[in-house]
């Protein structure tokens, strides 16, 4: 019988509503587990996605992997609270950012994903092509009490990459990008990036930036020349990474650490 | 409406009785490797090796190509022990990975990429919300990058993609048939209607190296204006090394015979040239 270590697992810790109408879902990845790798030191990696809840509409910013559907499933309906979930923004293709929006639409059925929606109907042929919705960058929907903005990625994993934006929440969704504590300990699964032990180290604290490959062989400054423009358009005090905790304070003086390692280029793949 | 593809399930000899590629053909709009608009229609492919007593899948088509699947699995495979190696943990490659393995008869899984890959996939009969992975289920055999595995009178080479956009993408060359098989790499030969041969051979069949250059940075997005010299160098290396007869990606033609393999890798590599900066930034 082949050995049988679950990869995905979870923190008992989420969801947790990092702000008001902001959920944090998911779980992590042990890379400790993947085959072949049995024995090397266990670490975590976030696979996160975010639930916003508007007061007339909710969106869903990844659907989480797909291999953490058993946990993602009830953290939903307890986000959600009776609501349904209206919008799906998929960030990119990959399995653990679009990897359950077959069985989201399934269970939700008057959802629509939204985005670069390219490429899902070869995936989840049974989704009605009229609920795979283009949007393009800066294209919006109504939650009510806030717009969601679709915005073109900065930094992209796959071609089809899309960041979010919750106009109330002043909330960013860098998809793979930004993902502070990207490789953690066990311990401070779930926890918020402002929660976090004082002396905590990271494992690799400054892969957060920059998890893409072929940004070594790049000047990243273009890259951080858009960011800053696009937090002048869209003002920032909110980051909710698809591969990191959320980070709800000390915004200015993160991005600004960020944005130097970023322009520094010394730790991309 | 549900969607289908508009040729749901072909398959095509490579090397007759030996090597097949399975697949489907689907419009060329709405896919993300190709520009927004683009026209004419896609091959989506696997590939399959038959033994006397084992089958060997190479990747596994995204789901709308299961019924080509169903049909190889019927139609060639019947009984032998059935072997899957998958490019890349993406849904263009492990679409059908569940189908495959669930049909039991001794299935495993060749490995080398990332991530508990068991658990990316379901049983194909499980309703949407049920988990029923393959976990502690399919054995697994290494298939690391610079290692090989014989399996009968089959040599295959895994190893890192020469060029990729995935971290942990995997080529792998099959020797007796001398065919590399380039995951998202030299897919840029599409279809011009739907009927068209999915397996092109003429070497004037191929864009120019614009077009190409054009092409790649649709999924490679990250090559223009790179400084590179490592992975063009590379590139140039694993295409000189291996005597390929016939290049097979996931999508787009095969390409098949010398000329136009050798015409398709120096278009590649000028254009790979043309995409990236001699000089760092």
């Known amino acids: ?269 | 409406m549900p969607y289908a593809p508009t040729r749901s399930s072909d398959i095509t000899p490579l090397v007759p009785g030996l090597l097949y590629r399975i697949g489907s053909v689907v419009p060329a709009d709405h896919l993300s490797w190709l520009p927004w608009g683009a026209t004419g229609y896609e091959p989506l492919n696997c590939y399959l090796y038959l033994l006397p007593d084992t089958a060997v899948f190479i990747d596994t088509c995204p789901a709308i190509s299961a019924p080509a699947v169903r049909q190889a699995l019927a139609e060639l495979v019947g009984d032998r022990q059935l072997l899957v190696f998958p490019t890349r943990n993406e849904a263009e490659c492990v679409g059908n990975l569940g189908l495959l393995l669930a049909r039991g008869r001794d299935a495993r899984l060749l490995f080398g990429g990332g991530g508990g890959i068991l658990e990316w996939i379901n049983h194909p009969d499980a309703p949407p919300g049920i988990t029923d992975n393959f976990l502690g289920v399919t054995p697994i055999d290494p298939a690391a990058n610079g290692t090989s595995t014989e399996i009968g009178s089959l040599h295959f080479d895994w190893m890192d993609a020469a060029v990729k956009e995935m971290f942990l993408t995997q080529w792998a060359y099959e020797r007796t048939t001398k065919t590399l098989f380039t995951s998202d790499f030299f897919g840029w030969q599409h279809l011009a209607a739907a009927g068209d041969p999915v397996l092109h051979t003429a070497a004037d069949s191929s864009p120019d190296a614009a077009v190409i250059a054009g092409e790649i940075v649709n999924r490679i997005n990250w090559l223009p204006g790179a400084y590179c010299p490592d992975v063009l160098a590379r590139f140039a290396s694993v295409m000189s090394e291996y005597d390929v007869e016939i290049i097979a990606p996931v999508h787009g033609a095969v390409l098949a015979g010398r000329e136009l393999v050798a015409r398709s890798v120096d278009l590649a590599n000028a254009a790979l040239a043309a995409l990236t900066s001699p000089v760092p930034a």
């Open chain 1, 1 to 269: 019988m082949p050995a049988a270590f679950r990869t995905y697992i979870t923190s008992g810790r989420l969801p947790v509503e990092a702000a008001p109408g902001l959920h944090w879902l998911g779980g992590c990845s042990d890379s400790g587990t993947w085959p072949g790798r049995e024995g090397i030191r266990h670490t975590h990696e976030h696979c996160s996605s975010f639930l916003v809840v508007g007061s007339a509409k909710t969106v869903l910013i990844d659907t989480g992997h797909f291999a953490l559907w058993y946990a993602v499933e009830g953290q939903l309906e307890q986000a959600l609270g009776g609501r349904q979930v209206d919008y799906i923004l998929p960030s990119h293709q990959e399995i653990p950012h679009a990897g359950n929006l077959g069985r989201l639409m399934a269970k939700y059925p008057n959802s629509v994903a939204i985005g670069d929606v390219r490429d899902y109907h070869l995936f989840h042929p049974e989704i009605d092509r009229e609920r795979l919705v283009v949007m393009r960058d800066g294209e919006s929907v109504d939650l009510g009490d806030s717009e969601f903005v679709v915005l073109d990625a900065v930094w992209k994993d796959l071609t089809g990459s899309m960041w979010g934006y919750d106009t109330r929440l002043k909330a960013l969704f860098p998809a793979d990008g930004l993902g502070y504590v990207h490789d953690h300990e066990p311990a401070v699964c779930g926890l918020l990036a402002a929660d976090l032990p004082e002396d905590y180290q990271p494992y690799e604290q400054w892969r957060f930036a920059l998890p893409f490959i072929g940004m070594k062989f790049q000047s990243t400054l273009p890259g951080v020349r858009r960011y800053r423009e696009l937090l002048e358009k869209h003002p920032v005090e909110i980051i909710c990474s698809a591969h990191g905790a959320p980070m709800t304070t000390d915004i200015a003086e993160f991005t600004e650490i960020m944005l130097g390692v970023i322009a520094e280029n010394r730790s991309s793949m």
